[in-house]
């Protein structure tokens, strides 16, 4: 069962969420919080494996939640996907340098929000291609100087070449359409760059891919 804690202080979006999610074989709703401060407090508690957040909350916003819980080893394999009402491109850079693994917009289709729960349990990145662009543009403007990491060194040529085609936004299959192996090869290289730096999942790659300067978006 995928565990999942709904953050969100309208509580008429929770019992929504709630109730679409709970009807899913594979699904549970294990908690409800209507602040950020509740968020990290039942993310503690009950180490969910997706957390819903909503931007706008009382006491705590979404966003300093999010840094909180993502710094926190013992909630290491607690997904954080933020709620929004509409896709901000501040939200998006400053969320993900704070550990969210992606972003839906409120109003998704139920399948998608199904869909959404399932692939960041699996450890996939919920990023549109809308902001995927957009995610690229903002590195191009406020990371013209990357500073250069030495973990990087730990990685072999292989796994620098599979991190950048994460950082294109590339799943496994079309990584492994791309270089002409597996996807099972293609997964593999990609879970060990991830434990090699320390990331949460795929978009903490793609943060560090251009943070480091290992990928510059060069169509820009």
């Known amino acids: 069962m995928i565990k999942v804690l709904l953050a969100d202080d309208q509580v008429l979006v929770r019992a929504g969420f709630r109730a679409l999610l709970d009807a899913q074989p594979d699904i549970e709703v294990v908690g ?3 602040d950020g401060h ?3 407090e039942q ?5 969910p494996d997706v957390l819903l957040m909503d931007v706008r909350m009382p006491r705590l916003d979404g966003l300093a939640a999010t840094r909180q819980i993502a710094a926190e080893d013992r909630l290491s394999g607690t997904r954080i996907v933020i709620l929004t009402t509409f896709e901000l491109d501040e939200y998006v850079f400053e969320a993900l340098r704070g550990g969210a693994s992606g972003f839906l917009v409120k109003d998704t289709e139920p399948v998608e929000l199904i869909h959404a729960v399932r692939a960041v349990a699996a450890g996939d990145a919920l990023l549109s291609p809308g902001v995927t662009r957009r995610l690229i543009a903002e590195f191009a403007t406020r990371a013209r100087k990357p500073v250069p990491d030495v973990r990087l060194n730990a990685l072999t040529d292989r796994e620098r070449e599979v991190m950048a085609l994460v950082a294109e936004g590339l799943t496994n299959e079309e990584i492994a359409e ?6 099972a090869t293609a997964k593999t290289h990609v879970s060990r760059a991830m434990v090699k730096l320390g990331a949460r999942d795929r978009a903490q790659l793609v943060v560090f891919a251009y943070e480091s300067g290992l990928v ?3 169509w820009l």
């Open 38 to 40: 509740e968020a990290v």
């Open 178 to 183: 791309r270089l002409v192996v597996s996807p």
């Open 32 to 34: 409800e919080a209507g």
């Open 43 to 47: 993310a503690r508690r009950l180490r």
């Open 216 to 218: 510059r978006p060069g």
